[in-house]
């Protein structure tokens, strides 16, 4: 095709009543790796994931060919059926029905990378995607 995009969102979404479901490091790691996963088949090119317990945020570029209410939709769903099938204690998991979503400039990207990797800094639950600066770029 001959069109090209780039638009940065950050994604911002709760688990239901702000409920900290995501207290185990490993979980809330590949959590945000999952979301990461999920982005990327979808056509969006993530370039940061993190956040605490109760919430994730989002840096990616935006697919061309997909709605940010489908991307957020299929986020929530997939990542809930993986959290569900790996952790038998959290069947009753749930993201928010909400969510937040605000266009980036790309000049405000690396202060927004900083901000979601420090949004847990006791922990550092983050996911640093691979290659920021090329996935900004790209």
């Known amino acids: ?3 090209y995009t780039k638009v940065l969102i950050h994604i911002v979404f709760s688990t239901k009543h ?3 479901y995501l207290t185990n490091r490993e979980l809330c790691t590949k959590t945000h790796a999952i979301l990461g996963t999920i982005a990327k088949r979808l056509g969006c090119n993530p370039i940061q994931i ?5 919430h994730a945020h989002l840096l990616t570029a935006l697919s ?3 709605s940010i209410a489908d991307l957020v939709k299929e986020l929530k769903r997939l990542s809930t059926n993986w959290i569900r099938n790996r952790e038998p204690t959290l069947q009753v998991f749930r993201w928010q029905t ?3 979503v605000f266009s980036v400039n790309l000049s405000n990207a690396a202060r927004l990378i900083k ?4 949004q847990e800094s006791t922990t550092n639950h ?3 995607v ?3 600066e090329h996935n900004l770029r790209d």
């Open 1 to 3: 095709p001959h069109s």
């Open 18 to 20: 702000r409920t900290p």
């Open 50 to 54: 993190g956040g605490p317990t109760d």
């Open 64 to 66: 061309r060919t997909l």
């Open 98 to 100: 909400g969510y937040g």
């Open 115 to 118: 901000y979601i990797q420090n």
């Open 126 to 128: 983050d996911q640093n």
């Open 130 to 132: 691979k290659s920021n």
